[in-house]
Nanobody, 117 residues
Framework: QVQLQESGPGLVKPSQTLSLTCTVS??????????WSWIRQAPGKGLEWMGA???????YDSPSLKSRTSISRDTAKNQFTLQLSSVTPEDTAVYYC?????????WGKGTLVTVSS
């Protein structure tokens, strides 16, 4: 079974770049037809899909975040990463990494990132 674990700083200053890493175990991020996503949930709000990278390396962007979001992967480390630039306090949220494979979804536990000076 695939397991995902988010890691990164819990506090980021406004205007800086938020960087998170998702470490995957129990399967390879290059296995066919796996899609690896970043999703967040701000306090009191619903889930927001931020973007994804496919097993092939293809990228999928959220139109609302495309200009600030960069997703990449390190196949040697079996990790994929999120960078969100020019953060504001409105980017404070629990950030999740997740995978989808033929309708099966796996999620990390999430990590809280607070944007504050």
């Amino acid at each position: 079974q695939v397991q995902l674990q988010e890691s990164g700083p819990g506090l980021v200053k406004p205007s800086q770049t938020l960087s998170l890493t998702c470490t995957v175990s129990g399967g390879s991020i290059t296995t066919n037809y796996y899609y690896w996503s970043w999703i967040r949930q701000a306090p009191g709000k619903g889930l927001e899909w931020m973007g994804a990278i496919a097993y092939s390396g293809s990228l999928y962007d959220s139109p609302s975040l495309k200009s600030r979001t960069s997703i990449s992967r390190d196949t040697a480390k079996n990790q994929f990463t999120l960078q969100l630039s020019s953060v504001t306090p409105e980017d404070t949220a629990v950030y999740y990494c997740a995978s989808r494979h033929y309708g099966m979804d796996y999620w990390g536990k999430g990590t809280l990132v607070t944007v504050s000076s």
